[in-house]
């Protein structure tokens, strides 16, 4: 089994309670320490990796955020997805050469347009990922991330709906309504055929509950790492 199909079969076949939980290394130390933990694989987050490399997030190069992802791939032997936001602009056959130059087996592409602040054309992005699946065939899971209720839609849930119908259809293995609140994964799962990822706040649903309120698939953003830095500052408050 190569290791996309490896990455996607941990998808299929999971009871309720028991979605993939997929921890966001941003750097090679972290995915090191999530892999000794006994996770099965990994999913770098943008923000979080930018914040390691002094960036605001949506801020990084792709040639820095290639490189560090190419580290943290490195760094285990799990398969790694990796978020690269919008794809930098970049034709899908170039995308896709260098993500699989990192050693990536999956990818996080967003449908936000950044130029405007709101969502790109549903059936543009649909056909934009219909050409990254292309390129890809069966090396890359490909996890579409929807951002209906980050970007103010009007009727978050209907649109979410539309859009990961859409981009299944297009050759999508997992969609991610990012920021769906807990109310919301039920009629999702509902109505969208295939694997969900929901995003993870701290304070939120357990990854047991997210699973059981619909999710296959849970991570955490960059939310690991803000809470590794809160706890570097609060080391170096008491050495002060």
């Known amino acids: 089994m190569n290791p996309a199909a490896a990455l996607l079969a941990l998808h299929h076949d999971r009871s309720p309670g028991d979605p993939l939980v997929l921890p966001g290394p941003w750097d090679a130390a972290s995915a090191r320490v999530f892999e000794e933990a006994g996770f099965p694989a990994l999913a770098t987050p943008s923000a979080g990796v930018a914040a390691s490399l002094g960036y605001e997030d949506g801020s990084t190069p792709a040639d820095e955020m290639f490189a560090a992802v190419r580290r943290i791939v490195r760094s285990v032997s799990v398969p790694v997805s990796a978020d690269i936001e919008a794809g930098y602009g970049l034709a899908p056959k170039e995308l896709v050469e260098r993500l699989l130059e990192t050693g990536a087996v999956g990818c996080n592409l967003e449908d936000s347009d950044h130029a405007s602040g709101g969502l790109k054309s549903a059936q543009q992005q649909a056909d934009w990922l219909a050409e990254v699946r292309a390129a890809a065939g069966d090396r890359v ?100």
Do not use: H, K
């Not at 579409?144 to 209907?158: E, K, Q």
């Not at 859009?163 to 297009?170: F, G, Q």
């Not at 969208?192 to 990854?207: F, K, L, M, R």
């Open 141 to 240: 899971v490909l996890n579409a991330r929807v951002d209906t209720f980050i970007r103010g839609a009007a009727d978050p849930i209907t649109e979410a709906i539309e859009r990961a119908r859409l981009y299944v259809a297009a050759g999508a293995d997992c969609v991610y309504p990012i920021g769906a609140p807990a109310d919301a994964v039920p009629a999702l799962r509902a109505a969208i055929e295939g694997p969900i990822n929901v995003g993870a706040p701290p304070g939120g649903p357990s990854p047991r509950e997210w699973g059981e309120l619909g999710a296959t698939r849970v991570t955490f953003g960059p939310g690991l790492q803000r809470r590794a830095a809160a706890t570097v500052r609060e080391i170096a408050e008491s050495l002060r």
